[in-house]
T-cell receptor, first 108, second 113 residues
Framework: AQRVTQPEKLLSVFKGAPVELKCNYS??????LFWYVQYSRQRLQLLLR??SRESIKGFTADLNKGETSFHLKKPFAQEEDSAMYYC??????????FGAGTRLFVKA | DTEVTQTPKHLVMGMTNKKSLKCEQH?????MYWYKQKAKKPPELMFV???????INESVPSRFSPECPNSSLLNLHLHALQPEDSALYLC????????????FGPGTRLTVT
């Protein structure tokens, strides 16, 4: 079965502190993993995907197949990073499954 | 135009009403999606259209009826809904069915009374 788990509903950090949003997945094959972000009053949008191995807005995420994790990291959080973050998995059939989401709150 | 638009933004309907949600994109995308998002929950896939043909139906009740009249438009016809169907309905599109990036619309907030 395909499953995405984001254990933290809310994560609160101070500006300038490192941040890590956790994501674990369950999938028997080779999944595609994504992070989507939703800023306040804005639509859901793709932040990054594991295949591209890029850094977007200072965020990176590494796929760890051994630990079945795809944690999102940023070394220095900014107030504008406050948003809802969804980890998502796309497996067979191209169906995308979203995790429950983590609300990141960056305090000044 | 690089956006997915959805109308209406808000909709209140009774359980005996018939209404439709509309989604439009002009990015030339050939895959379009309907998701349902309940409060404080992630989006859940309902339907996927690829090249105007229904490719995925996630066992959605028949009171929800999707329609893709052309490659730019996606409708969701609603009939005899229940209060538990109240949710944010999101439309998304992607270049094609296998494309990794989905572009989401702002959603229609539906309340069933």
């Amino acid at each position: 079965a395909q499953r995405v788990t984001q254990p933290e509903k809310l994560l609160s950090v101070f500006k300038g502190a490192p941040v890590e949003l956790k994501c674990n997945y369950s999938y028997s094959g080779s999944p595609e993993l994504f992070w989507y972000v939703q800023y306040s009053r804005q639509r859901l949008q793709l932040l990054l995907r594991h295949i591209s191995r890029e850094s977007i807005k200072g965020f990176t995420a590494d796929l760890n197949k051994g630990e079945t994790s795809f944690h999102l990291k940023k070394p220095f959080a900014q107030e504008e990073d406050s948003a809802m973050y969804y980890c998502a998995l796309r497996g067979g059939g191209f169906k995308t499954i979203f995790g429950a989401g983590t609300r990141l709150f960056v305090k000044a | 135009d690089t956006e997915v638009t959805q109308t209406p933004k808000h909709l209140v309907m009774g359980m005996t009403n018939k209404k439709s949600l509309k989604c439009e994109q002009h990015m030339g995308h050939r895959a379009m999606y309907w998701y349902k998002q309940k409060a404080k929950k992630p989006p859940e896939l309902m339907f996927v259209y690829s090249y105007e043909k229904l490719s995925i139906n996630e066992s959605v009740p028949s009171r929800f009826s999707p329609e893709c009249p052309n490659s730019s438009l996606l409708n969701l016809h609603l009939h005899a809904l229940q209060p538990e169907d109240s949710a944010l309905y999101l439309c998304a599109s992607s270049q094609d069915f296998g494309a990794y990036e989905q572009y989401f619309g702002p959603g229609t907030r539906l309340t069933v009374t």
